[in-house]
């Protein structure tokens, strides 16, 4: 079965960086585009950054721009989201997700990122 399992999340001091990575498995991981979403406490859950199977499509949302960069090795199954600069809104639940088809959605169990001092 799909299998996502996130990690990399932690405490970090504003300015600081952090790498999360996603390990996947269950389906043919350089044939879908990732994606990394975070949800805030009494917030929406919100698309971060893609990447495209093969790695050459990415897209952010305009609050990470220039700060977060999210990457992919197939032959690991992995993909990852290199976050530098980090400020205390970026605290939040940090989820990987694969859509198979439009019905088929998967998601990790998720990693707190917690940026403060």
């Known amino acids: 079965q799909v299998k996502l399992v996130e990690s990399g999340g932690g405490l970090v001091q504003p300015g600081g960086s952090l790498r999360l990575s996603c390990a996947a498995s269950g389906f043919t991981f350089s044939n879908y585009r990732m994606s990394w979403y975070r949800q805030a406490p009494g917030k929406e859950r919100e698309l971060v950054a893609g990447i495209s199977g093969v790695g050459r499509s990415t897209n952010y949302a305009d609050s990470v721009k220039g700060r977060f960069t999210i990457s992919r090795d197939n032959a690991k199954k992995t993909v990852y989201l290199q976050m530098n600069s980090l400020k205390p809104e970026d605290t939040a639940v940090y989820y990987c997700?694969?859509?198979?088809?439009?019905?088929?959605?998967?998601w990790g169990q998720g990693t707190q990122v917690t940026v403060s001092s």
């Open positions: 997700n694969v859509a198979l088809t439009a019905a088929w959605n998967y």
